[in-house]
């Protein structure tokens, strides 16, 4: 019952802040998600430790004063990217093209024109849900695969948001059948890969220390011979963005099936990587990325095997 009513009051905020976005106009309504970032950051401090402890990891020469301005700026970013990501309703696909350039366009062209989709990946990058629905908005057949949160009313608002844009949704829960039938009709599907992913993932490098990481998109691509995309949203003003469609990583025809997921999860990881240096204050760094560690997998998988 105590949850039930937790999950409620949740609910209720979540759909306060929700509203409220919609109904200011766009450059004030990303000032409230700028003033909900510095709020997050400096009065909630909210997973704070945990995003300078990943800063601080990640950029070991960096003074400490410089790693503080990257995390203002991150929950800054991240509540703009929320407000935008709320405001999906009312938000026009003119008002989309007019304020979010996108290079790479050909990329998804070819990908059509070989039949097999596309397999979309992405990470807690920039304002990646905005991405998603302009990438919709141009008319390419875009889906997104999502997990399902915990509280069901705001999963089922979360979900609404992004079918106002027409983008589809599939459930993390029976995602192997209908990303394959995604594929097979020559659409896309669009993942994050960029979060812990237990001992189901697989380890590559990631901004200097192994990371476990979903192996899930790289599967996709191989099983199926679908291109592999990856795009990144960068900030480029208070509603300005630019949005670069990276080349496609195409499966080798041959190789073997977990050689190939792995070399593909790299290779997106590192892309991934890349975007993160150039612009960190974009990325995601309140999540436990490296919480999972090899040895202590190792270690466990030793032990079912004894």
């Given amino acids: 019952m105590r949850r039930k009513t937790s999950h409620f009051f949740v609910y209720l905020l979540v759909l306060g802040i929700v509203k409220l976005a919609q109904a200011l106009p766009h450059g004030a309504a990303l000032r409230f998600g700028s003033w909900l970032g510095r709020f997050a950051f400096s009065v909630a401090r909210m997973r704070r430790r945990i995003a300078t402890d990943n800063l601080r990891a990640a950029f070991p020469d960096h003074p400490a004063t410089e790693l503080e301005r990257i995390a203002r700026r991150t929950y800054r970013n991240l509540g703009m990217s929320l407000v935008e990501y709320a405001r999906l309703p009312v938000t026009t696909a003119e008002q989309m ?47 997104f695969l ?28 029976a995602s192997m059948r209908n990303v394959l039938k995604a594929l097979k009709q020559n659409q896309f599907v669009a993942m994050l890969s960029d979060q812990d992913a237990g001992s189901r993932g697989v380890f590559v490098d990631f901004l200097g220390r192994p990371a476990s990481t979903p192996f899930g998109p790289a599967s996709f691509a191989v099983r199926t011979g679908a291109a592999l995309i990856c795009g990144f949203m960068v900030r480029e003003g208070l509603s300005r963005h630019r949005v670069t469609l990276e080349a496609p990583l195409l499966p080798v025809e041959g190789a073997g099936d977990e050689e190939e997921s792995l070399r593909l999860t790299q290779e997106y990881t590192s892309l991934l990587e890349r975007y993160v ?29 004894s």
């Fill in 97 to 143: 093209a007019e304020r979010i350039s996108v290079r790479g366009f050909e990329h998804f062209d070819a990908a059509l024109e070989r039949g097999k989709g596309a397999v979309l990946v992405t990470g807690h990058f920039g304002s990646w849900e905005l991405m998603g629905a302009r990438l919709k908005s141009q008319g390419y057949p875009v889906n």
């Fill in 146 to 173: 999502v997990g399902e949160q915990s509280n069901a009313a705001v999963d089922k608002l979360m979900n609404d948001l992004r079918k106002s844009q027409g983008i589809g949704i599939i459930s993390m829960g």
């Fill in 277 to 305: 240096r150039d612009k960190p204050d974009h990325w995601l760094w309140l999540h436990r990325r490296w919480k999972t560690r090899p040895e202590r997998v190792a270690a466990a998988r030793a032990g079912r095997g």
